[in-house]
């Protein structure tokens, strides 16, 4: 890989070569990379020093817009042959992470949003029910020596994939640069496609097409609405095993049309659970004192409700849930969906809480997802409070 990367001060008509320097410590370039993960490419950063089931810790795990997993090794200086023997290692344990233990990692230091809601808004496309079952390895160094690059070469013969990112950090008058650059090569590509793959850990489909974003959209929200209904008349099969109105429900959820399943993501043609949640937003929105409402207050109230209203029903997962909700309370106006720090749209007292004591709000005032009031509702409300005093 004899390649290298200069840089040069141009002062009118004549140019100053910048001098490299090294990078002192590798938590350097681990907080370079983790304040602008695209230095390495259009990814999605889920955990830094994600610790693996036989105790070694990754530099960073990631994922790319095809929800296949990234694993980043860095070294601050050149990298040797041990970094692929350490890198393989990381591999084998996230070849075997499910959508479900990823959500986990990343939850762990995202407490305010999901996997699934970050990877929608920074690839615009559900994360799918499946992620890549081969991870995509990542090494970033400031220069790999012969030994190394061969057998890098010959693991990318035999489909690895992987990649090389080399940086040089350069110090400038006061101000440090770092310009990082791909290692290309002949066995991979490097842009990610625009479509998503039907890939899954089962192996590819028999075809090879491509999925719009419309079309994952529909078959998301498609297995949603079997998974809910399944689970409701799983309950109703319980207690009247001779019912054959549940099955005939379950037939007629696997065979809906694209189209209706689109509609249904909007609120109308409402199944059992879309009205279930309309039911539940209608039943609270006139009592909320607080002008921004989390995700994780609405779900956790939502599923207080629930157990009182429709005690024999399954709530449906948070990810369906928020997405239905978003929907009905935009519809009926007076809110609209953000990701904002709190502030002080949260200061008065929510009376709420105490239906939901097993609810933490976090006092950080990150940024979080959740329900805005609207400044002209907020108004109105304040007008009828001050009529009735």
Avoid: C
């Avoid at 650059?181 to 075809?207: F, H, M, Y």
């Amino acid at each position: 890989m004899g390649v290298a990367m200069g840089l040069w001060r141009v002062d009118g008509n004549n140019l100053t070569r910048v001098t490299p320097a090294s990078v002192s410590r590798e938590w350097q370039l681990d907080s370079a990379i983790e304040s602008d993960p695209s230095i390495l490419g259009d990814i999605l950063l889920i955990k830094r020093q994600a610790k693996t089931s036989f105790g070694g810790r990754i530099d960073f795990l990631a994922m790319d817009g095809t929800a296949t997993a990234i694993v980043v090794e860095d070294k601050r200086g050149m990298a040797h042959r041990d970094v692929i023997g350490q890198i393989l290692g990381y591999a084998t344990w996230a070849a075997q992470l499910s959508r479900a233990e990823l959500s986990s990692i990343f939850a762990a230091d995202h407490p305010d949003t999901t996997l699934a809601e970050a990877f929608y808004n920074k690839f615009h496309r559900l994360l799918p029910a499946e992620v890549g079952a081969t991870p995509i390895l990542t090494i970033v160094a400031a220069s790999i020596d012969a030994e190394t690059e061969s057998i890098l070469q010959l693991l990318r013969d035999h489909n690895l994939p992987i990649n090389v990112f080399l940086f040089r950090r350069f110090d400038d008058l006061g101000t440090s640069y770092l310009g990082t650059w791909l290692v290309e090569n002949d066995a991979q590509t490097t842009e990610i496609d625009s479509t998503a793959r039907l890939t899954t850990r089962q192996g590819p489909s028999s075809s090879d097409k491509s999925a719009s974003l419309k079309e994952i959209t529909a078959m998301s929200a498609a297995r949603d609405r079997i998974d809910q209904q399944i689970r409701s008349h799983v309950n109703e099969l319980r207690a009247d095993p001779h019912s054959a109105r549940s099955w005939a429900n379950i037939a007629d959820a696997i065979g809906v049309p694209s189209a209706a399943v689109a509609r249904q993501l909007y609120g109308s043609d409402l199944t059992r659970a879309d009205d279930q949640v309309l039911s539940y937003w209608k039943a609270f929105v006139a009592r909320f004192t607080w002008d921004f409402l989390p995700a994780g207050f609405l779900y956790a109230l939502y599923e207080y409700w629930m157990s009182k209203e429709f005690p024999e029903d399954t709530p449906v997962l948070k990810e369906p849930f928020t997405r239905l909700l978003y929907a009905a309370a935009t519809a009926s106006g007076g809110w609209i969906h953000r990701r904002s720090r709190p502030g002080s749209l949260m200061d008065a007292v929510e009376p709420l809480t105490e239906l939901v004591p097993h609810w933490t709000r976090n006092r950080s005032n990150a940024a979080m997802h959740g329900l805005r009031r609207l400044k002209s509702v907020r108004s109105s409300v304040d007008a009828a409070e001050a009529s009735h005093r």
